[in-house]
């Protein structure tokens, strides 16, 4: 527990179900299904998170002297840098050869998504210095004896605010879709150019070609053999990426039972017989686009399953955004565009926090650069 002149305490939980589910959300909000209590408790109940993956729940809550729940923060005492989408592993390599102890480090994000939302979440209406409780933070990771704290993924707000107050301020990329009050799939396309309308109808005819047929399922819709063939086609894109299966199939029937039509599953069938599957989750304005798994080699089946599908999902319902996750300067040719993505740190070390302060800085330039090169590359028509 730390408090200053504002009376705020911050106090830490080893188990999301030890903080009331009402108060959370109330902090967390309905935009973002991501940050709600029950996407992260379903990560502690699964075990998908724990210590023994080395993500340890370490939660943050701001009370006040009544003990009301003003804010809350999800965090992690972490052993390593995996499953985080904001990469640090050289700073922790550089910190260790030259004698010190990177991990555990605080890590204040959503564990295996990198999806953009606030990290320091308030009561609606409370008058709250997002750079007074990073001020708690940096004093708590001082008592524990921790090298670093990491708000990855945050808010451009949470970014510039924490980084007037000395945490060292990081981007990165992402490709989005925006809905300009489109009122069907062709209307989107009639605001691109030529070539790209002629690209996307010819890739979703080659995807539909094959005789397919395509489900969109939401909520109780999604039975447990979907979930199954899901997970399969979950494994197997770890396995060709030679990555490591973060999530366990405990997990998915956790937010099948808790998250309910917040789950937006896209299949593929050959004759009953799934053979692809993409797994988003619906905010109040955004379709977040998550995993995805294929069996076999299908022309184009990713793009319509995951790109197309997602956009036609948005505009029938009236979604302002598609986040398609990490990664893939190919969909700004379809139609999702650039936007970056925001993470703030701070470390203890004052010489090694100088050192990664001028590596953003150079890696900030980078990052604009590239958003205004590939800005060149936008599909839409220029309209007189």
Not at 15 to 37: T, Y
């Amino acid at each position: 527990m730390t408090k200053n002149d504002a009376e705020l305490s911050l106090y830490s939980h080893d188990e999301i179900a030890k903080i009331p589910a009402m108060d959370w959300d109330a902090c967390a909000g309905d935009e973002n299904p991501f940050v709600s209590h029950s996407f992260l408790k379903a990560l502690e109940e699964s075990g998908s998170v724990g210590a023994e993956v080395g993500w340890i729940p370490h939660h943050l809550v701001i009370k006040n002297e009544e003990q009301r729940i003003y804010g809350v923060i999800p965090a992690y005492l972490k052993l390593h840098s995996f499953g985080e989408y904001v990469f640090d592993q050289s700073w922790a390599q550089a910190f260790e050869r030259y004698g010190g102890q990177y991990y555990p480090k605080l890590q204040m994000s959503i564990p295996f998504s990198p999806v953009s939302g606030p990290r320091i979440m308030c009561r609606p209406h409370q008058d709250l210095s997002i750079a007074e409780i990073g001020g708690l933070i940096e004093k708590t990771i001082s008592n524990m004896g921790l090298s670093s704290a990491h708000i990855t993924f945050c808010t451009q707000s949470e970014w510039e605010e924490l980084g007037q107050n000395g945490w060292l301020q990081r981007l990165g990329l992402q490709y989005h879709w925006h809905n300009r009050d489109y009122k069907s799939f062709d209307d989107f396309l009639n605001s691109l150019t030529s070539r790209h309308r002629k690209t996307i109808k010819r890739e979703r005819r080659d995807a539909n070609a094959a005789g397919l047929e395509f489900k969109t399922l939401r909520g109780l819709d999604i039975k447990g053999h979907h979930w199954d063939a899901f997970y399969q086609f979950y494994l197997s894109t770890i396995d060709r990426k030679w990555g490591s299966a973060y999530l366990n199939r405990g997990f998915f029937d956790e937010i099948a039972r808790t998250l309910g039509d917040k789950i937006i599953l896209m299949m593929a069938f050959d004759n009953d017989i799934p053979i692809a599957a993409a797994l988003n989750l619906l905010g109040r304005d955004t379709l977040f686009g998550r995993n995805w798994g294929c069996k076999g080699n299908w022309p184009f089946l990713h793009f319509e399953l995951c790109y197309y599908r997602a956009i036609d999902y948005a505009i029938e319902h009236g979604l302002n955004r598609v986040e398609a996750g990490a990664q893939g300067e190919h969909k700004v040719l379809r139609g999702y565009v650039p936007q970056l993505t925001y993470s703030v740190h701070s470390i203890k070390h004052q010489e090694f926090s100088n050192a990664v302060r001028d590596f953003l800085e150079g890696e900030r330039k980078v990052i604009k650069s590239e958003l205004e090169n590939i800005s060149t590359f936008y599909p839409f028509r220029k309209i007189a």
